[in-house]
């Protein structure tokens, strides 16, 4: 991944102050890493006394929001969670309503694959099953197959891109 995973962290004294200090932090340290550096940065304050601070942007978190007062913890696990699955697992996390851990529950134990189309996936069962002959394989109607598969409950879908579809079983 090339975009770094970071957040601006402002000192809120400063600010309140129309002074503009902060800095961006790689949200992938360790939560007491993090932690550190923010208290560097009170510490340096151009106000005295100053001990409150807020995120006013992030950069990398794969359409994930990060809200002003978020914990670091959970920035944390966001950015590793992000660092390590990408796109992919900002699409997850954005399905489950950021819930990171129902995401990694879905990467982990629910992940399908990677397929063109839904229809792709239900033709992969129906070869990989029990052989058929070939007279009826001509009569199943694989998007529809992957429809009701899909509207029963027993998978959805994250599209990524053209022709880019990955499934998942509802857990």
Known sequence: MSETIQIYVADLAAYNNGILHGAWIDATLSEDEILDLI?????NSPEEDAEEYAIHDYDGFEGLD??????????????????????????????????????????TDGYIGEY????????????????????????????????????????FTIELGFEQIHLFHNL
């Open 39 to 43: 208290k560097e940065l009170l510490q």
């Open 66 to 107: 990060v809200s002003e007062f978020e914990g670091i913890k959970t920035i944390c696990e966001t950015a590793l969670f992000i660092e390590e699955h990408g796109a992919l697992g900002g699409a997850v996390a954005s399905y489950f309503g950021s819930n990171i851990s129902d995401a990694k529950n879905a990467l």
């Open 116 to 155: 063109i189309s839904a229809e792709d996936y239900a033709r992969e069962l129906v070869e990989e099953g029990p052989d058929l002959p070939s007279y009826i394989e001509n009569y199943i109607d694989y998007a529809a197959m992957a429809r009701d598969m899909e509207m029963s409950g027993d998978f």
